[in-house]
């Protein structure tokens, strides 16, 4: 019985890296079997062969779900040159190297999931499986309904993007009196500031952006900063969600 796969499945299992970055150290060399360079499509044992990544040996380790209020002003990238505030200086109990499930921007709030399964977070993450995530945005201005039904049926942000039609629910309705107005988006892409970008184009300055869920995980009682690991029936969300068949 043949029990090799193939080498990037087996480095995203570990919690390395992602497959699409497993694949790219393939490609690029930095990948060996048992002290051998291979090639993209190469398969191997992770039981009997020694897999490595820039010298660093592949290990079979206990795969994390979490899912943490990112406050604001902090960053989601995992290192900065430049002395930013990282969300993984809130993580100094987990001992396993976790990264982001997509990003928040420093001046956004809400839920960002964390893993070390790469095979997860390419799926949550990928364009093309059309993660729903759903954000709470307060402007400090009266919204006409014009410029919400311009948004929701898809808007050119710059750049040469334009957005996918999106669900936008008006909680709180400003008037004269009361200027401010919160909006509720359901969105299912990840163009880079989208939802800011998007009322940029029709005039609108966001003063507070929210993500309330991924997937249909919720942030739930989270405090910013607090995390949590994701319950058994918060991955079943996920995995009827999307194919997640290996979660």
């Known amino acids: 019985m043949d029990n090799k796969v193939r080498i990037q499945k087996i ?29 993209l499509g190469d398969k191997a044992n992770s039981k009997n062969d020694i897999i490595t990544v820039n010298g660093e040996k592949i290990t079979g380790q206990v795969l994390r779900y979490l899912k943490m ?20 200086d809130l993580m100094g109990d987990i001992k396993e190297r976790v ?12 839920l960002i999931l964390l893993t070390n399964d790469g095979n997860f977070a390419n799926e949550i993450a990928h364009p093309r499986h059309e993660t729903e995530k ?6 400090p201005s009266p919204v006409s309904e014009e410029k919400i039904a311009l948004m929701s049926a898809g ?3 710059g750049q040469g993007e334009t957005t996918k039609p999106c669900v936008i629910n008006e ?34 300055t966001v003063s507070r952006l929210k993500r ?19 319950t058994k029936e918060e991955l079943k969300i996920l995995k009827a969600g999307k194919a997640l068949s290996n979660i």
């Open 11 to 39: 480095i995203a299992e570990s919690g390395y890296c992602s497959r699409r970055k497993a694949e790219f150290f393939i490609e690029s060399g930095a990948v060996k079997v048992n002290g051998r360079p291979v090639s």
């Open 69 to 88: 209020y990112k406050p604001r002003g902090y960053i989601t990238t995992m290192s900065d040159r430049h002395g930013k505030k990282l969300i993984n």
């Open 99 to 110: 990264y982001p499930v997509g990003r928040l921007d420093k001046s956004s709030e809400g």
């Open 134 to 139: 759903v954000y709470r945005i307060t402007i």
């Open 155 to 157: 808007i050119e942000i």
């Open 171 to 204: 909680l709180v309705i400003g008037n004269r009196d009361n200027p401010r107005t919160v909006l509720e988006l359901t969105i299912t892409e990840g163009k880079n500031r989208q939802i800011r970008r998007m009322c940029e184009a029709v005039g609108l």
């Open 212 to 230: 309330t869920s991924v997937g249909g995980v919720k942030l739930g009682m989270l405090r910013p900063g607090e995390y949590a690991d994701l």
